[in-house]
C-alpha cells in the first residue's frame, strides 16, 4: 500500500494511492476497536477499553508492529 503511495507517477495515482490507504487505515482501526472493547476487555480485566480514536491507531501500529 505505502509502495504504491511511493512509486505514483501522477498526482491522480498519488491521490487515489492516499485515499485507499485511509480507507485501509479507517477500516482496520474500526475493527480493532471493536475487537479490543469486545473480546480482549471484557476477558482480561488488567486491559482497559479504547476510547479514543488515537488510543486505536496507537494500538493498531503496535500491533502491527509485533506481527
Known amino acids: 500500500m505505502l509502495k504504491d503511495l511511493a512509486?505514483?507517477?501522477t498526482p491522480g495515482d498519488c491521490f487515489q494511492a492516499l485515499v485507499m490507504f485511509l480507507?485501509?487505515?479507517?477500516?482496520n482501526i474500526l475493527i480493532v476497536r471493536f475487537l479490543w472493547n469486545t473480546a480482549l476487555v471484557k476477558?482480561?480485566?488488567v486491559l482497559r477499553?479504547?476510547?479514543?480514536?488515537?488510543?486505536t491507531l496507537l494500538l493498531s501500529v503496535?500491533?502491527?508492529?509485533?506481527?
Open 7 to 9: 512509486s505514483c507517477k
Open 49 to 55: 477499553p479504547a476510547t479514543t480514536l488515537l488510543d
Open 43 to 45: 476477558h482480561i480485566t
Open 23 to 27: 480507507i485501509v487505515l479507517l477500516v
Open 62 to 67: 503496535a500491533l502491527t508492529l509485533i506481527k
